[in-house]
């Protein structure tokens, strides 16, 4: 008896320890899942680009991506590009390793604690289903194998906000605070701010409803000359990636078009309802709204006109949450916007984390690579690529400094500044093919915000004066009813896009190559985009 109770015992007591072993290894595992705990897998995402542009490219480079033990996300087989998540620190050089794969590089420098839920991407909308492969690209459509927070990089900068955009532009009367958005403010390119206005301020400088007076901009461009019978504008889509757009302001409510808008957040197409509207917050969630209202607000005698008024809006947000205007957002908008038929696409704003991207750096160039076949592709669908040239005030083709990049920073961290060569790139705006816009204020002169590059033929547009008063910055729609007085090269670039498609109403079977020559023949003094008067060719 006494030996069996010692063996129950014994076996009592191993199967106790076992309990507890059991117990520590789950509570192990829950810390280590957990965020912030010991063991927490921190996740990257990742551009992977293929040999191939097609979708035999993107199918290898989905295995390529299982192979090195990653997680493959959105497939673009358009282009031959997937976007992928990894915990590892070696996963984009173990993939550049791979057959079939071209290019791999991290597109944000501050990870997550999960990889973002799948959401099924919606077809486009356009009738015409996207080809399975896209064209072959030309060597000198690779862009690997050729040699975009206010104030300028070089300044004394002021505190940089967490999500690196540029400061907002100084700015002169007008109601509310300052305010920005894009390159105005944060990654957009246009932005304002009242020289007393506290750096952050959440609104921009908000005017009443100037009942479409007053509008120098739409003078400077011509828009009294887009006469246009209206069912020719309608036929014209406008894609306008951005922040979102507020499809309920009363001069939007018939432009945007629902069954063409997205949201491109984490780098997929979500088509469900009202996802391509604003946040409420980053503060600059209003920027998008601003310019599309530019292209094609309604003129009904109220609040604003668009250059394009009856030409519809393709809302498609990339920014999220994080106040980033990713890459993998940006090239999922490019080709949403592409396979919905739209004839021009708006870009004001910069990619991020890096506001320019290096080629001899493996993760820049892979960022170059996925959004210059982007790029090609929405011409070869042909759309006109519009871009705004930036709020740096610098020489393009010089030199320059970049005190900001990274973007997603922790706070307080300030980046190591880079200087910087030509070949460096700002995405979208100085790829092959787009057309870049830079800024010109009332008086038709650049003013100092503008980014500039003599040698690319770039047009000029109206942008405003940040240090004059609201009748002298670009006053558009803004989220809620109400509107801002904004000034950058982001205000220059809708009205170009307004222009482009008034043009393509005219000419609706003309190529982008086309309608960039048509463009270029109405260009005004100082270069200044201007509609062409009715009956010209």
Wanted: proline share 9%; aromatic share 4%; net charge positive.
């Amino acid at each position: 008896m006494l030996g069996q109770h010692a063996d129950r015992r014994r076996g009592a007591g191993a199967a106790g320890a076992l309990h507890v072993l059991v117990l520590l290894a789950l509570l192990a595992l829950l810390l280590g899942a957990a965020p912030g705990g010991t063991g927490a897998r921190r996740w990257i995402s990742y551009l992977v680009v293929a040999s191939r542009a097609d979708a035999a490219g993107a199918g290898a480079a989905v295995r390529a991506v299982r192979e090195a033990g990653g997680r493959p996300g959105t497939v673009h087989r358009q282009i031959g590009t997937v976007l992928a998540w990894s915990s590892a620190p070696d996963f984009a050089a173990r993939l550049r390793s791979a057959p079939g794969v071209r290019a791999a590089g991290a597109t944000r420098t501050a990870p997550l604690a999960a990889v973002p839920p799948a959401v099924t991407t919606a077809r486009p909308r356009s009738g015409r289903p996207a080809p399975a492969a896209a064209p072959r690209l030309s060597p000198a459509a690779s862009v690997l194998s050729a040699p975009d927070e206010r104030g300028r990089a070089d300044a004394a900068a002021p505190a940089l906000p967490r999500d690196g955009r540029e400061p907002a532009l100084p700015v002169s009367g007008g109601s509310g605070e300052g305010g920005g958005s894009g390159e105005d403010g944060r990654s957009g390119e246009g932005g304002v701010r009242r020289p007393s206005a506290p750096a952050g301020a959440d609104e921009p400088p908000l005017v009443p409803d100037p009942g479409e007076r007053g509008a120098w901009n739409l003078a400077m461009v011509r828009a009294e000359d887009a006469a246009v019978p209206r069912r020719a504008l309608r036929r014209v889509l406008v894609a306008v990636l951005d922040s979102g757009v507020d499809d309920s302001h009363p001069d939007l409510r018939a432009a945007v078009d629902p069954r063409h808008s997205a949201s491109c957040v984490h780098g997929r197409a979500d088509g469900s309802p009202g996802a391509w509207r604003p946040l409420s917050r980053p503060a600059d969630g209003g920027h998008g709204t601003h310019v599309a209202a530019t292209v094609a607000a309604a003129r009904d005698g109220r609040g604003v006109a668009g250059v394009a008024p009856g030409a519809r809006i393709a809302a498609v947000r990339l920014l999220g949450d994080a106040g980033q205007y990713y890459t993998e957002n940006i090239v999922c908008g490019l080709l949403w916007a592409a396979d919905n038929g739209a004839r021009v696409i708006n870009n004001s704003y910069f990619a991020d984390p890096w506001k320019y991207n290096c080629p001899g750096d493996p993760d820049q160039a892979a960022l170059i690579e996925a959004v210059g076949r982007a790029v090609a592709y929405a011409r070869s669908r042909g759309a006109v690529v519009v871009t705004s040239a930036g709020n740096d005030g610098q020489d393009l083709d010089a030199v320059r400094v970049d005190g900001r990049s990274p973007h997603d920073h922790p706070d307080g961290v300030r980046p190591r500044a880079r200087r910087l060569g030509p070949e460096c790139l700002r995405l979208p705006g100085e790829l092959p093919g787009v057309l870049g816009v830079t800024a010109v204020g009332p008086e038709g002169t650049r003013p100092a915000y503008s980014n500039h590059a003599a040698g690319r033929g770039w047009p000029a547009a109206p942008g405003g004066d940040p240090y004059g008063g609201p009748g002298d910055q670009v006053v558009s729609a803004w989220p809620g009813g109400r509107y801002a007085a904004l000034s950058g090269t982001s205000m220059a670039a809708a009205h170009v896009s307004g222009v482009v498609a008034v043009i393509a109403a005219r000419h609706p079977d003309a190529s982008p190559d086309r309608l960039q020559e048509l463009l270029n023949r109405s260009l005004g003094a100082r270069g200044v985009a201007r509609i062409p008067g009715p009956g010209s060719r």
